[in-house]
């Protein structure tokens, strides 16, 4: 009798553990930060700080707006983020973000439209794209982890083909590689999630990590990044840049070519529409970078003249 008694709570406790691994952690959408080191192709360590501040509209679709926090007074919007809670997956649109430039290398993002971010209905043996290398990550492994209490599913991937690039997933969290990693950002060498946090409340913590940061209620005055407009992209000899809606008091830009070496260096916009005649340059990537109220914001342009 005190076996089966024992069997059957062995029993009622293992159905207890899929009962709560079946639960779907959704992604935060709010109060969110991710700080991540990375060990750049130029000598010394990237650190990055990821948060979550507001919402924002995008080609019709609602996300949560993304920024990278550079200092109390300075910060990058590099984008949004959204989900579908449904199918359990998320996305992410990043707008041409890049990193701050550190010469000579330039890490960029590309202009991804709606990409598929994260997507935690995978099982074994499924894949899924990365979009900047066009190969795919497939899923070696899933476990669970407990996290305050509850178990999330945790995913290990290997990419096909490349097996150094690996991620480890955890649902509500991300990648332990970094929030974007390494769906976009995968050319750093070594890549790792030092802490996550939701709420105030700090859900991971890499072994070794003392300190995580939180940003509440880190507000600036103006969130402008969607109302830049540069265009056409690609161009052929002109570029047109499109301040509206807003003072272009102390708005300067400044263009790199894809070393970071400095093409046009820092120019005040003299209007809020500006044609660039950009005729001389050779066909290539550069980078336009526009400062409005120490805020920066970078995008990609293509040269590309017949």
């Not at 890049?98 to 330039?106: C, L, N």
């Not at 991620?167 to 969290?173: H, K, L, N, Q, V």
């Not at 969607?226 to 003072?247: A, G, Q, V």
């Amino acid at each position: 009798m005190k076996a089966l008694v024992l069997i059957v709570c062995c029993l009622l406790g293992t159905l207890g553990l899929r009962a709560q691994t079946n639960v779907y952690h959704p992604f935060p959408d709010s109060n969110a930060t991710w700080a991540s080191t990375y060990d750049d192709i130029t000598p010394g360590w990237i650190y990055d700080k990821f948060y979550l501040d507001g919402d924002t509209i995008m080609e019709g679709r609602n996300y949560s707006k993304v920024y990278n926090f550079i200092n109390w007074n300075q910060r990058n919007f590099v984008g949004g983020i959204r989900q579908d809670t449904s199918s359990k997956r998320v996305y992410a649109k990043l707008n041409n973000w890049m990193y701050p430039i550190y010469p000579p290398s330039i890490i960029l993002f590309q202009d991804t439209g709606d990409v598929l971010l994260y997507d935690f209905s995978l099982e074994i043996g499924d894949s899924v794209l990365i979009p900047s290398t066009f190969t795919y990550l497939k899923v070696n492994s899933i476990d669970s982890i407990l996290i305050s209490g509850n178990f999330r599913k945790y995913l290990v991937l290997n990419a096909e083909f490349h097996p150094w690039i690996n991620s480890y997933w955890i649902e509500g969290i991300g990648s332990l590689n970094g929030l974007f990693w390494p769906r976009f950002d995968q050319e750093f060498s070594i890549c790792n999630l030092e802490c996550m946090t939701q709420d105030g409340i700090q859900l991971y913590t890499m072994d070794g990590v003392t300190y995580c940061p939180y940003y509440p209620n880190l507000i600036r005055k103006n969130d402008l990044m969607l109302e830049i407009k540069l265009h056409p992209n690609p161009m052929e000899n002109y570029l047109n840049i499109n301040l509206s809606d807003f003072s272009i008091k102390n708005a300067k830009y400044v263009i790199f070519d894809f070393t970071g070496k400095v093409i046009i260096p820092q120019t005040p916009f003299l209007n809020a529409q500006t044609r660039l005649d950009l005729s001389y340059l050779l066909n290539g990537i550069y980078i336009i970078q526009i400062e409005i109220e120490n805020q920066f914001y970078n995008y990609k342009c293509i040269k590309n003249r017949p």
